[in-house]
């Protein structure tokens, strides 16, 4: 078959068929030199080069935007989060106070950027090549920053805003290669759980000292989900992470005490290690309280486990004695914020566990222990995984 002669597909005809490609979505802004603010909304922002650090984006040449960014001669892009499709709306419509309202800060060239974007790419104009209708622009990156609490992106999708729903993401890491295996050996049964359950499900693992996420499944699918699970650590000390020490021998048991100790000034070793008898007659893990639970989990995500703030959770937790839902039935909680299983090899060694969460704290009778079924038989069939 000939190839058709350029040219003869219609604009309306392409627009329509790339449409079925999705695209993130970003703000380009500048200033003028007399500090007048400047942006667009662009949909062809992408990396070009890793040395020298370059990227791109395309602008319409009718654009009336473009050629006062072009003249400032330097940009910054700032990726928009998921939840960001009023902030694109109002920069796309031209919107009254659009800046005021979206871009707290400048990049360190002075170009605006927009507030919780994904990422900010800080460029001077290293070239312009003309393209059709459209100019391709190569920014030389000066400056880039990744928030601290990192989003999913805004996708643009055959003319509607979304966000993508990765079914798992995976850690990287430079730990010796046999827990990643592991873990990505259980994903499929972690994606199940997640789908099944409409929670999230991780894989994590002990890992030097510490308790590390390496697959995340089902993230977004909850009000209360995270994105940045993935590769969130926390140590390996009472009373987080019993399930790693509680068939542990009892010398481990006794370090993971310790630990507590150093981490907090103090200890709740009688505490702890009913916890740990607790869990073992169980099987599994339950966590309760949501307040308790929220912090911890900021304290996580920003990297600040080595805080006063994390001492403090840690005494507050130790004071308020034994874990109440490792006592209770399940159907009788109301405040559960995780469930968690052991995932075992051939030798009985607990090498990885399966933990929910997205949790409400709402849970109808049955759920909870529903959710407990599906995770044990979950960790039945991982088991099969990294063994076979």
């Known amino acids: 078959m000939e190839a058709p002669p350029t040219g003869s597909i219609a604009p309306a005809e392409f627009r329509r068929a790339l449409a079925h490609y999705p695209t993130g979505v970003a703000l380009v802004a500048s200033r003028e030199a007399d500090g007048t603010p400047v942006g667009m909304v662009v949909g062809t922002f992408t990396s070009?080069?890793?040395?020298?650090?370059?990227?791109?984006f395309l602008p319409d040449r009718t654009s009336t935007s473009w050629p006062r960014i072009r003249k400032a001669g330097r940009f910054c892009v700032s990726v928009l989060g998921a939840g960001q499709e009023q902030v694109c709306r109002s920069f796309f419509t031209k919107e009254a106070g659009r800046f005021q309202h979206h871009c707290g800060s400048d990049a360190p060239s002075g170009s605006p950027r927009v507030d919780q974007a994904v990422l900010w790419v800080d460029c001077d104009i290293e070239s312009v090549?003309?393209?059709?209708?459209?100019?391709?622009?190569?920014?030389?990156v000066r400056d880039i920053e990744v928030p601290a609490s990192p989003v999913l992106p805004l996708l643009?999708?055959?003319?509607?805003?979304?966000?993508?729903a990765p079914l798992s993401l995976q850690a990287r890491s430079s730990e010796p290669g046999v827990r990643l295996r592991l873990a990505d050996a259980v994903r499929p049964e972690a994606e199940a759980i997640a789908r099944d359950l409409n929670l999230e499900c991780l894989v994590s693992a002990a890992v030097d000292d510490h308790v590390v996420s390496l697959v995340a499944a089902g993230v977004g699918v909850s009000p209360q989900g995270s994105p940045t699970r993935v590769g969130a650590a926390f140590p390996l000390a009472a009373?987080?992470?019993?399930?790693?020490?509680?068939?542990?021998?009892?010398?481990?048991?006794?370090?993971?005490?310790?630990?507590?100790?150093?981490?907090?000034?103090?200890?709740?070793?009688?505490?702890?290690r009913e916890d740990l008898a607790a869990v073992r007659a169980l099987g599994y893990q339950v966590t309760t309280g949501h307040a308790t639970a929220d912090r911890f989990e900021r304290?996580?995500?920003?990297?600040?486990?080595?805080?006063?703030?994390?001492?403090?959770?840690?005494?507050r937790l130790v004071d308020r004695g034994p874990e109440p839902g490792l006592r209770t039935a399940l159907h009788e909680l109301t405040e559960v914020t995780s469930l968690a299983v052991p995932v075992r090899t051939a030798d009985g060694t607990v090498a990885l566990s399966l933990h929910l969460i997205g949790f409400t704290g709402d849970?109808?009778?049955?759920?909870?222990?529903?959710?407990?079924?599906?995770?044990?038989?979950?960790?039945?069939?991982?088991?099969?995984?990294?063994?076979?």
Do not use: M
């Open 363 to 388: 849970e109808s009778p049955d759920r909870l222990p529903a959710c407990r079924d599906r995770l044990l038989a979950g960790a039945e069939r991982a088991r099969e995984l990294i063994s076979s």
């Open 156 to 164: 643009f999708l055959r003319g509607g805003y979304g966000a993508p």
């Open 299 to 315: 304290l996580v995500e920003n990297g600040a486990l080595d805080t006063g703030d994390a001492k403090d959770l840690l005494r």
């Open 48 to 56: 070009v080069s890793l040395e020298p650090p370059l990227v791109s």
């Open 239 to 272: 009373p987080f992470g019993p399930l790693f020490v509680a068939w542990a021998s009892p010398a481990e048991q006794d370090a993971w005490i310790t630990r507590s100790g150093h981490l907090a000034g103090e200890q709740g070793g009688r505490t702890a």
């Open 129 to 140: 090549v003309e393209a059709g209708d459209h100019d391709i622009v190569l920014g030389r």
